[in-house]
Antibody, heavy 115, light 109 residues
């Protein structure tokens, strides 16, 4: 499964981060969880949340109040929105697919939050 | 708050064996935590190695294996190669949210 992701790379504090992830085959979107993970520069991985068609979404407790993950099956796309960003949200954001384990990852998108 | 703990750093000799562990402050790690393991080299996305404790991907080198031991998830590398020098992360499920460990920097020296 080939995963591509994109979105704005430079944001100002208080803006909303929006990233999109797409899979090359509609069959890849179904029957699997789709997650977002981030990694601040020089630091470890942080799980943000995941969703699966028809079964809801789970979020990290620390980000739940600001994050939304959704699917658009008509476009084979998965979305991440993170509101009210601060410099602490600066990170490489990854989209990943989990049929069982997180076995397929996007290439990552660097998002920098700076005034 | 759930915290997942890994050794910050380990060193293994070429050809040697090393075990990395993954513990949870909420109790013993079991199969119900579905442990995942990833390898990451600088500038690259994480590379999946293990899922559901001990299942490997078709691309996982045979020298990597996963298990549960002493209430922790474990990743064992048998016959370390220079190219295995990397950061390793575990990921545990807690019935909805998942939590990454802080990572282990593995040096092959």
């Amino acid at each position: 499964v080939q995963i591509q992701q994109w979105g704005a790379g430079l944001l100002k504090p208080s803006e909303t981060l929006s990233l999109t992830c797409t899979v090359d085959d509609i069959r890849g979107l179904w029957g699997a969880y789709w997650g977002w993970i981030r990694q601040p520069p020089g630091r470890g991985l942080e799980w943000i949340g995941e969703t699966i068609y028809g079964r809801g979404t789970a979020y990290s407790p620390s980000l739940r109040s600001r994050v939304t993950i959704s699917l658009d099956t008509s476009k084979n796309q998965v979305f991440l929105k993170l509101t009210s960003v601060t410099p602490a949200d600066t990170a490489v954001y990854y989209c990943a697919r989990r049929p069982t384990g997180y076995g397929s990852w996007g290439q990552g998108t660097l998002v920098t939050v700076s005034s | 708050q759930t915290v997942v703990t890994q050794e910050p750093s380990l060193t293994v000799s070429p050809g040697g064996t090393v075990t990395l562990t993954c513990a949870s402050n909420s109790g013993a790690v079991t199969g119900d935590n579905y442990p995942n393991w990833f390898q990451q080299k600088p500038g690259q996305p994480p590379r999946p190695l293990i899922y559901s404790t001990s299942y490997t991907y078709s691309s996982t080198p045979a020298r990597f294996s996963g298990s549960l031991f002493g209430g922790k998830a474990a990743l064992t590398l048998s016959g370390a190669q220079p190219e295995d020098e990397a950061d390793y992360y575990c990921l545990l499920s807690f019935g909805g949210p998942w939590v990454f460990g802080g990572g282990t920097k593995l040096t092959v020296l």
